[in-house]
């Protein structure tokens, strides 16, 4: 029996407003986002993402343990970790980044939000594949930061059903925008 390490955000009411909002955002060259949020103990986790094709294939091929991106995410301590910076680690990890590219997610940026007992994991994705991410932080900071809000606040209370108790009655999200 193996257990499972994660899981999607399905709500109809997250998923729906996850959708108005990815269709109303205007940051240049991104064709993909996904927030999701990782428990540092039990390493599972939980997300949306933009591409349904792409979050199906990722449910039903089971990736999730050895995703580059997620084990990049849960396995250090970097808050903002590039897609060309990424370890594949084996041939699996070669093949799921290999069909992510193929679903147009090339290139992109994975911004965490880092608590002392889970993690927020916001993915940025584009097929544009000369991406160049410390660029595109520096062009479009104030963006990112209201976006990593956003998405945040979004998934918020799904979080609340995914964490275990104990995390719940410590959750204090203390996002890194100071507020004027």
């Given at each position: 029996m193996t257990k499972k390490s994660y899981s999607p955000i399905i709500t109809n009411n997250t998923t729906s407003t996850f959708f108005d909002?990815?269709?109303?955002?205007?940051i240049p060259q991104i064709d993909y986002l996904a927030i999701g949020v990782q428990t540092l103990r039990t390493k599972?986790?939980?997300?949306?993402?933009?591409?349904?094709?792409?979050?199906?294939?990722?449910v039903s091929n089971n990736y999730a343990d050895s995703d580059p991106l997620r084990r990049?995410?849960?396995f250090t301590k970097r808050n903002i970790i590039p897609f060309n910076e990424i370890d594949y680690i084996d041939?699996?990890?070669?093949?799921?980044?290999?069909q992510r590219s193929l679903m147009g997610i090339k290139n992109g940026i994975v911004l965490m939000q880092?608590?002392?007992k889970h993690s927020y994991m916001i993915t940025l994705g584009t097929g544009y594949s000369k991406f160049d991410p410390y660029d595109f932080i520096k062009r479009y900071h104030d963006k990112i930061d209201f976006l990593k809000a956003d998405l945040i606040n979004l998934i918020k209370k799904d979080v609340i059903h995914f964490l275990p108790e104990e995390e719940i009655a410590n959750n204090t999200t203390h996002l890194s925008i100071d507020a004027k």
């Open positions: 909002y990815v269709d109303s955002i205007d599972k986790s939980t997300s949306i993402m933009s591409l349904p094709e792409w979050q199906k294939t990722f990049a995410a849960l041939n699996f990890g070669k093949e799921i980044m290999h880092r608590l002392p």
